[in-house]
């Protein structure tokens, strides 16, 4: 760790200063210099209380900092997910712990977010500021006190304010203020508690402190559970913490990312929400599940998944609300967005897309479920064996791929590639007994025929390499999935030479570009982080263990200073953009380095 | 008229009342939440406080379906529209003062103008006509409390 100062840019914060914190229901994102700038309530999906990252005067924040220049570091708690953030001014240090707080005990509020301020050194003066806001900062706001703790409602929400020794509260501005001074051996408290349909709670500090302990030891628990012990096992491990932030507790589900519309190209249009469960990402997030040893999650997500997927079966749908619901209409939030990029978008319009890659990328964590020594029941066997039915109907219909993209459907290579992995699942589970079998042969004709046009229409011996659609000639970098689901093996000639050419034509140092061409939306994007892994992985499995641990250690290089990553990189600047934490970045980490410890044994 | 009449629409009275009031929590006007309030008086623990509190909370409709009928008895008079003025007193006797001023004095984790540093969470007191929990709270309240009224009076009425 490294003492710097923070800093902002048009009052944002670089996305590369933000860490997170969460209790399985929500999570909060927290910037450097100490502010709290996105906390959406009750779940990670709701809307926001807290959203200044998306408009630093409308969105609402939770700021807390030294009223004085400071330096800056930060950690976790090692393996656990309570942030401890240290300033160090001229005149001496602080120490703040943040976290959403987990079952400890005593009434707990619906969700208690604890800053806890502890002074190291000399002394600090501090400044903080709470801006409640609600429904994405849309909502009307009634401020008030209850037993003389500050209360800020709407609808059936609350958020209440609870603190000791941190000053005297003042309302101001639609907010509450609050300065005081650390100094060595103090201890400072900041409560924000939160009621949904229910009367607010207001904690005691010994109940407070008790659960700041618990919460501290059920992550530590969780992740001394962990059975990795390979190489870059701290990076695994936080990788693993950061997805565990993810999952949505309540339901099993793994939200792809935490956060909404963090745009890809400053001032850009290609701002997503990603608070959904994508089924692309299924087959890595159960791999890693089982890698790591976290049955239980692997479980809760693949019934999940059966569930979910119960209501549009066999037609998939690309992506699924945490809750298991299929409406995600998009939506046009009246915000600035982050540094001026506009639309802040809520939904999804994806969610209807042909994306046929998802019918292999299911199948295969059925599998690898099933192979991991898990129950597959009748009923979800008969379920399997329809999602098959569906892709021998469907494999030869152009769709729009797992970019999603939003020009026209054609052939995408990937997307054969998976048809042909479905059905090769789908085999093997009849093999196994665990699918029906009455349609075995023409899944496997129907497998055969996709890969025949995989090898015919999407091979250019111009380039060398898989295409990115049949006919075309530009690359994409997803067909590097053919080795990681097991489509190829890696050290097949035609895998080999497309990891070339991928490596030569989309890569650059640690950065690799989804692909080249069109994708019918404007402007541009950074580098996807996942893609660079994936290419770990395909060196590795392709026996280049050198580049393939080169290429890591670059990786591993970008990341922030609490170990976290965004969607994409700016290589010219190596700022994040896009959503974060990205789950796919994360399980890419995981994968690659999970293939690296096994084929260096 | 009848006791297991008043029983009857006493049970059938506090479904509605819970279940009116849980509706308008899922419609956003409020964030009252009687079971909650009852059974944290009981136990810290949020899943046998809610447990606790529906049966505290049905045990309670018996009870006030029973006074319900001890009034119809000593007046001479029953039926649906009695009751539901009955629900009406009662409703707002719910807001002012049972839940608004005695609740807090007996709940051992609700706080009062009373209270002083503690050791245990308080949860928020619900302020006069409970408008604490949200500003539709005393229209939601007084109609669930009428639609009780109207039930148990409509019972043992029919139950004569």
Not at chain 1, 282 to 295: D, M, N, Q, V
Not at chain 2, 25 to 32: K, P, Q, S
Not at chain 2, 71 to 91: E, P
Request: glycine residues 10%; contains cysteine; aromatic residues 10%.
């Amino acid at each position: 760790m490294e003492a710097a100062p923070a800093r902002r840019v048009d009052g944002y914060a670089p996305l590369r200063d933000y860490a997170v914190i969460g209790d399985g229901r929500t999570v909060a994102l927290v910037a450097r210099d100490g502010s709290i700038d996105w906390l959406p309530l009750p779940y990670l999906d709701s809307a926001t209380a807290f959203a200044a990252i998306l408009d630093r005067d409308r969105g609402g924040s939770f700021q807390l900092e030294p009223d004085e220049p400071y330096a800056v570091e930060r950690r976790y708690l090692p393996e656990t997910n309570v942030l401890e953030t240290s300033f160090r001014t001229a005149g001496g240090a602080v120490r703040v712990t943040d976290a959403l707080t987990l079952d400890g005990g005593g009434l707990a509020p619906f969700a208690e977010l604890q800053r806890r301020v502890d002074g190291l050194a000399g002394r600090v003066p501090l400044r903080w500021r709470v801006e409640p806001r609600f429904g994405y900062g849309g909502a009307a706001v009634g401020f008030g006190r209850r037993l003389e703790h500050p209360v800020a409602t709407a609808g059936s929400d609350a958020l209440g304010l609870v603190t000791f020794d941190a000053g005297e509260v003042e309302e101001r501005q639609s907010g509450w203020n609050g300065r005081f001074e650390a100094t060595a051996g103090s201890s400072a408290l900041l409560a924000l508690t939160y009621a949904h349909l229910e009367p607010l709670v207001f904690p005691a500090r010994g109940e407070l402190d008790a659960r700041l302990e618990q919460t501290n030891a059920t992550w530590r628990r969780w992740a001394r559970a962990r059975v990795y012990d390979g190489p870059w096992r701290e990076q695994v491990i936080r990788s693993a913490l950061a997805l565990k932030l993810l999952v949505f507790a309540p339901s099993g589900a793994i939200a792809a990312a935490a956060t909404t519309s963090l745009p890809e190209e400053i001032g850009g249009k290609r701002n997503w929400d990603y608070r959904y469960s994508w089924i692309r990402d299924s087959a890595f997030t159960i791999a890693a599940f089982l890698r790591l040893g976290c049955a239980a999650e692997a479980e809760a997500y693949f019934w999940w998944l059966m569930h979910a997927t119960q209501l549009t079966a066999p037609r998939l749908h690309v992506l699924y609300r945490l809750d298991g619901g299929i409406r995600t209409p998009e939506q046009e939030l009246p915000l600035d967005g982050y540094r001026g990029s506009r639309p802040v978008n809520i939904g999804n319009g994806a969610a209807e897309q042909l994306q046929l890659d998802t019918y292999g990328e299911l199948l295969q964590t059925a599998w690898l479920y099933a192979a991991a020594g898990h129950r597959i029941d009748p009923d979800v066997g008969r379920r399997l064996a329809g999602l098959a039915d569906f892709v021998c109907e469907h494999w030869r219909e152009p769709d729009s791929g797992i970019w999603e993209v939003r020009s026209d459907p054609v052939h995408f290579t990937q997307s054969k590639m998976m048809c042909a992995v479905a059905l090769d699942r789908a085999c093997a589970l009849a093999g196994r007994g665990l699918v029906p079998r009455r349609r075995l042969d023409a899944w496997r004709a129907e497998a055969a025929a996709a890969r025949q046009f995989v090898e015919t229409n999407c091979w250019s011996e111009e380039k060398r390499s898989y295409v990115r659609f049949a006919g075309g000639d530009e690359l994409d970098a997803s067909v590097l999935l053919a080795v990681l689901h097991e489509y190829a093996d890696a050290r097949d000639e035609r895998m080999r030479a497309t990891v070339d050419a991928i490596a030569r034509g989309l890569a650059s140092g640690p950065f690799v570009r989804r692909y080249t061409g069109e994708d019918g939306v404007p402007g541009s994007e950074g580098a996807f982080l996942a893609c660079s892994f994936w290419l770990v992985e395909a060196f590795a499995r392709g026996g280049r263990h050198d580049e393939a641990a080169e290429l890591m250690a670059q990786l591993l290089a970008l990341r922030n200073d609490v170990g976290l990553y965004s969607e994409e990189i700016d290589p010219a600047s190596g700022e994040f953009l896009g959503n974060l934490p990205q789950g796919l970045t994360h399980l890419a980490l995981i994968s690659a380095a999970v293939a690296l410890a096994e084929e260096t044994g | 008229m009848s006791v297991w009449g008043a029983l009857a629409g006493g049970f059938a009275g506090t479904l509605v009342l819970t279940t009116t009031l849980r509706t308008a929590n899922e419609l956003r006007l409020t964030r009252i939440d009687l079971p909650f309030l009852l059974g944290t008086a009981l136990t810290a623990d949020r899943t046998r406080a809610k447990a606790a509190g529906y049966v505290l909370h049905f045990v309670f409709g018996l009870l006030f379906a029973l006074v319900y009928y001890a009034i119809f008895r000593a007046i001479g008079h029953d039926g649906w529209w009695l009751g539901a003025v009955f629900g009406a007193v009662h409703g707002l006797f719910a807001a002012t003062a049972l839940v608004n001023i005695l609740l807090p004095l007996v709940h051992p984790r609700m706080g009062s103008p009373l209270t002083r540093a503690g050791t245990v969470a308080l949860l928020e007191p619900p302020g006069f006509l409970m408008l604490n929990y949200g500003l539709q709270t005393p229209l939601a309240n007084l109609l669930a409390h009428i639609a009780y009224g109207t039930i148990v009076g409509g019972f043992v009425s029919l139950a004569g």
